[in-house]
Each structure stands twice: as structure tokens, then as C-alpha cells.
């Protein structure tokens, strides 16, 4: 046997044990990220409500189908490179006006995209839900440079203003209890209503894996239901000014009963005029 052809025999064996070492080497990469835990969030931040759960899946669900094509290209890629390499000049079988290849080429990225749109539909219209009676209602007020927060309640059939927290700007690196909390329950559906006295802000907690607009003249609102108890930090997140890095806030979630006690609390407060 010539060296030549014992040369090209050989060549498809070292191809195949290279990409049997890829593909080890990727599955082990994989498997290190999977044990890491923001690694597997790929990159967001722990959600701590119901419907932050339901967008992180979406995250992750996006990524698992984007790699899946991208492995499915790229292996297309190297296997034609390995195996399809040009070895004469003779012109190589054709494909044009093959109709069931063409019908493949249309057909699977339609598809591809329909059940994208149809995942990111029904975890929009689960995030975006309100409901009838939420436990809690906050109205949600954003200023030039920061944020007040009333509690809303029915007494005698009209919605009063029972507290409220009324914020100032803050510094970056403000010491602790300088921002304005928003105080919720945990494992109740809390309905947060947006307003704005003056320029459009946007309201953000990064835990919610959720923001959503605070404008003029219009009301936004939206609803969650928060799992995780803690302290989570929350900002603005549109440019409204010169000192927009100073509207902080925090999110604190509490027990229910811890809940009803503060509430307790800013009313009896409210009721002596204490702030």
C-alpha cells in the first residue's frame, strides 16, 4: 500500500477521535456548569417569585434551543470539511431544485420559530396576569429622584392610603436603612401599580428578573407572588436625570405575620402623624 493512501486512511480515524475529545471535553464543561448555580442561570440573578421562575426557565429554554442549532451547524460545518474535502476537480453532486431539501430548509426554521413565539406567549401572558383581589396593593409612585410607596386597603367600599414610605435620594454606597423599603408578604399576590409626577422612570428589581415603565399620565401595574424572604436591592432603570443613579430602593420580603405587624405599625404611626 503507498504511503499516500495509507495517509488518507488515517486521516478520518484522527478526525473521529478529535471530535470524540470534543465532545467529552464539551460535556464536561457542561457538567461543571450545570453544578454552578448562577452558571446554570446563565447569567441571571436568583429569582425569587413565582413569575421570575417562569422567565428563568424561559432564559434557559431559549439557550438550550440556540445551542441545539448551533450543534447541529457546526457538525454540519465539520463533517462536510472532514469527509466532503475536495479530492478531484470533478464537480460534486448538486442540490438545486430538489424540492424535499428545499421544503426542509423553509419548513424547519418556521417551525423553529413557532414554538420559540409559542413559549414566550404563554410565559408572557402568565408573567403579565392580574388578578380580581391581590392580598396586597402598593402604589408605586417615582419622582425626580426617588421613590414613594403607599399601601393601599377598602374601607367602607373606597381604596384609602393606609402608609406610605416616602423616599430621598441616595448615594450609591448610602449606608444601610438610607433607601426607601418597599415591605411585602411573602406567598401572597402582591399587585404593584406604577405612577410618575414627571419624567418616565422604570421600575426594577433584578431578583424579579422584571422591570416595567413608570410613566406620566399613564398607569402600568403588574402582579407577583414573591417565594424567597430577604432583602433585595431595586433602581431605576431609564435615565431620568441628572441624579437617576441616586434612585435606590430595597424590596424587603417578610413572613405574612412579620408583614401584618410593620403594617400595623405605619398605620399606627400614620394615625399619631408620625413619619
Given at each position: 500500500m503507498s504511503p499516500t493512501r495509507s495517509g488518507e486512511r488515517r486521516t478520518p480515524v484522527r478526525s473521529r477521535r478529535a471530535i470524540k475529545s470534543a465532545g467529552a471535553l464539551g460535556l464536561l464543561a457542561l457538567s461543571a456548569t450545570a453544578c454552578s448555580g448562577r452558571a446554570s442561570r446563565l447569567g441571571m440573578p436568583e429569582p425569587i417569585s413565582d413569575q421570575a421562575e417562569r422567565m428563568l426557565k424561559l432564559w434557559q429554554g431559549s439557550w438550550i434551543a440556540a445551542f441545539a442549532v448551533g450543534a447541529v451547524v457546526w457538525g454540519l460545518i465539520i463533517w462536510a470539511v472532514l469527509f466532503h474535502r475536495k479530492r478531484s476537480d470533478d464537480l460534486p453532486p448538486q442540490v438545486r431544485y430538489n424540492m424535499p431539501i428545499e421544503i426542509l430548509y423553509t419548513a424547519v426554521p418556521f417551525v423553529i420559530i413557532g414554538v420559540l413565539f409559542y413559549f414566550t406567549a404563554r410565559d408572557e401572558s402568565y408573567v403579565e396576569k392580574t388578578t380580581k383581589n391581590p392580598a396586597v396593593t402598593v402604589d408605586v409612585t417615582g419622582f425626580q429622584w426617588s421613590?414613594?410607596?403607599?399601601?393601599?386597603?377598602?374601607?367602607?367600599?373606597?381604596?384609602?392610603?393606609?402608609?406610605?414610605?416616602?423616599?430621598?435620594?441616595?448615594?450609591?454606597?448610602?449606608?444601610?436603612?438610607?433607601?426607601?423599603?418597599?415591605?411585602?408578604?411573602?406567598?401572597?399576590?402582591?399587585?404593584?401599580?406604577?405612577?410618575?409626577?414627571?419624567?418616565?422612570?422604570?421600575?426594577?428589581?433584578?431578583?424579579?428578573?422584571?422591570?416595567?415603565?413608570?410613566?406620566?399620565?399613564?398607569?402600568?401595574?403588574?402582579?407577583?407572588?414573591?417565594?424567597?424572604?430577604?432583602?433585595?436591592?431595586?433602581?431605576?432603570?431609564?435615565?431620568?436625570?441628572?441624579?437617576?443613579?441616586?434612585?435606590?430602593?430595597?424590596?424587603?420580603?417578610?413572613?405574612?405575620?412579620?408583614?401584618?405587624?410593620?403594617?400595623?405599625?405605619?398605620?399606627?404611626?400614620?394615625?399619631g402623624g408620625v413619619k
Open positions: 421613590w414613594q410607596f403607599d399601601y393601599k386597603e377598602k374601607q367602607g367600599g373606597q381604596e384609602q392610603t393606609v402608609a406610605s414610605v416616602v423616599g430621598t435620594p441616595v448615594a450609591p454606597n448610602a449606608p444601610a436603612g438610607a433607601k426607601p423599603v418597599m415591605v411585602i408578604p411573602s406567598d401572597r399576590t402582591i399587585r404593584v401599580r406604577l405612577h410618575a409626577n414627571d419624567v418616565i422612570h422604570s421600575f426594577w428589581v433584578p431578583a424579579l428578573l422584571y422591570k416595567k415603565d413608570v410613566m406620566p399620565g399613564y398607569t402600568n401595574e403588574f402582579e407577583f407572588t414573591a417565594r424567597k424572604q430577604g432583602l433585595y436591592e431595586g433602581r431605576c432603570a431609564e435615565l431620568c436625570g441628572v441624579d437617576h443613579s441616586r434612585m435606590l430602593f430595597q424590596l424587603r420580603v417578610v413572613s405574612p405575620d412579620q408583614y401584618n405587624t410593620w403594617l400595623a405599625d405605619q398605620k399606627a404611626k400614620a394615625a
